[in-house]
């Protein structure tokens, strides 16, 4: 059972934007970066975002993130039909040895 | 390129162990730890861990402490994950990761670079 939660799935037209909130506590993203990941159907995760808002070389600009206390925000604006995939955020959490934590995960559907 | 290269797909009896390698190619092996990530049927990422490549020295969650054993072979720059007492839930397909930090486990790490994944299937 993750404990980062993501809303399941988000929707919209190509061209439009979606936000993907992940939200968890002070033991974990409240006191420590967050990275975001992509999945593409079949595929490993790609890393899209870390230290909470810079994206490695080749990920474009239309990815970004944000954090503000205990919750997480990945956007796409843009959006593009390669952009449908699984999508999970992951941080570090300090309670006893729990280590790194992901995200339920949300699928984004490009309509 | 920069490039981690999985061992193939596994079959396995419950209660039996299973060893799934990671070989890098690309970068310096040393400079980077390696964290392991699971993923069952439908489900989300799981982190099962982190070692140094340069020290070779551990981390594991609790849920998995006992179970299981990260190793790195730096002559050939692989890395391996063995879990032991196999059961029916660790059916799942296993990943390794490059992780930024060498040292320690850092909470500040992402993982920049994924091998393609093993399945590893515990069955009777």
């Known amino acids: 059972q993750s404990v980062l939660t993501q809303p399941p799935s988000v929707s919209a037209a190509p061209g439009q934007k979606v936000t993907i909130s992940c939200s968890g506590s002070?033991?974990?993203?409240?006191?420590?970066?967050v990275s975001w990941y992509q999945q593409l159907p079949g595929t490993a995760p790609k890393l899209l975002i870390y230290?909470?808002?810079k994206r490695p070389s080749g990920i474009p600009d239309r990815f970004s993130g944000s954090k503000s206390g205990t919750s997480a925000t990945l956007g796409i604006t843009g959006l593009q039909t390669g952009d449908e995939a699984d999508y999970y955020c992951?941080?570090?959490?300090?309670?006893?040895?729990?280590?790194?934590?992901f995200g339920t995960g949300t699928k984004v559907t490009v309509l | 390129q920069v490039q981690l290269v999985q061992s193939g797909a596994e079959v396995k009896r419950p209660g039996a162990s299973v060893k799934v390698s990671c070989k890098a190619s690309?970068?310096?092996?040393?400079?980077?730890?390696i964290s392991w990530v699971r993923q069952a049927p439908g489900q989300g990422l799981e982190w099962m861990g982190w070692?140094?490549?340069?020290?070779?020295?551990?981390n594991y969650p609790q849920k998995l402490q006992g179970r299981v054993t990260m190793t790195t072979d730096t002559s050939t720059s692989t890395a391996y994950m063995e879990l032991r007492s196999l059961r029916s839930d660790d059916t799942a397909v296993y990943y390794c990761?490059?992780?930024?930090?060498?040292?320690?486990?850092?909470?500040?790490?992402?993982?920049?670079?994924w091998g393609q994944g093993t399945m590893v299937t515990v069955s009777s």
């Open positions: 230290d909470n808002n």
């Open positions: 990761a490059r992780a930024r930090y060498y040292d320690k486990p850092h909470p500040d790490d992402a993982f920049d670079i």
């Open positions: 690309g970068y310096t092996f040393r400079n980077y730890g």
């Open positions: 070692i140094s490549a340069y020290k070779g020295n551990t």
């Open positions: 002070s033991s974990n993203i409240g006191n420590n970066y």
């Open positions: 992951g941080t570090w959490d300090g309670s006893l040895s729990v280590g790194t934590v």
